[in-house]
C-alpha cells in the first residue's frame, strides 16, 4: 500500500510521491546500467584471450636474481610455495670456482627428515647426516645425499630460475609422502 504524501506550495498540491519515484527510477536506471557495463567488462577481461595467454605465463614464469646477490660466496635461501600449499625450499650460492650453483634444500636420502644443509666455509652441510659436500659440487652431482640440483641459468647480470624448475623439486617437500617412496 503506497502512502500518498502532499505539500502545498503556493496554493497547488505536488505529490512527493511522484517525484521520489521519478528521481529513484532515474538513479535506478543508472545504476543498473553501470552494473550491466561492470559485468560485460568484466566477462571481456575474464574470459578475453590475453587473459588465458597471462594465465600460462604466470605458469611458465621464471624467478630472477641479481647475479651480485652473490658474489661473497655465502648460500642465500629461498622459498616457493606451491598452489596446493606445499613449500619448495633451495639455495643459491657461488663456488669458489666462481660459479652459481642451486640446490634443492633436500637430498634423495634424507629429505624426508626435512632438515636441509647449512654452509660451513664452502661446504654445505646436511643437517641429519652430517656429510659435507663442496660447493663446486653443488648442482654438478646428483643422487645418495647431495643436494639435488636445481636447473639454473645466467642470463646478463642475473640468476634465471624456470617455476617449472623449482615445482621439479616438490616430491622433496611434499611429507605427506614420507614412507610412500
Do not use: H
Amino acid at each position: 500500500m503506497k502512502e500518498r504524501w502532499e505539500k502545498r506550495r503556493n496554493g497547488s498540491v505536488v505529490e512527493i510521491s511522484a517525484l521520489i519515484s521519478g528521481m529513484e527510477k532515474r538513479l535506478f536506471l543508472r545504476w543498473a546500467l553501470m552494473g550491466i557495463l561492470a559485468v560485460i567488462g568484466g566477462s571481456f577481461l575474464l574470459f578475453s584471450p590475453g587473459r588465458q595467454e597471462a594465465l600460462a605465463a604466470d605458469q611458465a614464469a621464471a624467478i630472477t636474481y641479481p647475479v651480485k646477490t652473490f658474489q661473497d660466496g655465502n648460500a642465500r635461501f629461498y622459498e616457493y610455495k606451491t598452489k596446493d600449499g606445499i613449500t619448495i625450499k633451495y639455495f643459491i650460492l657461488k663456488s669458489q670456482d666462481g660459479v652459481i650453483r642451486a640446490a634443492f634444500d633436500a637430498c634423495d636420502v634424507c629429505w624426508a627428515e626435512g632438515k636441509g644443509y647449512y654452509q660451513k666455509g664452502d661446504f654445505m652441510v646436511c643437517r641429519n647426516c652430517g656429510r659435507r659436500f663442496a660447493s663446486n659440487r653443488v648442482n654438478d652431482v646428483s643422487g645418495g645425499c647431495n643436494p639435488a640440483p636445481l636447473n639454473r641459468e645466467v642470463v646478463g647480470d642475473k640468476l634465471v630460475i624456470k617455476v617449472p624448475d623449482i615445482l621439479t623439486g616438490k616430491k622433496y617437500f611434499d611429507f605427506a609422502q614420507r614412507g610412500q617412496r
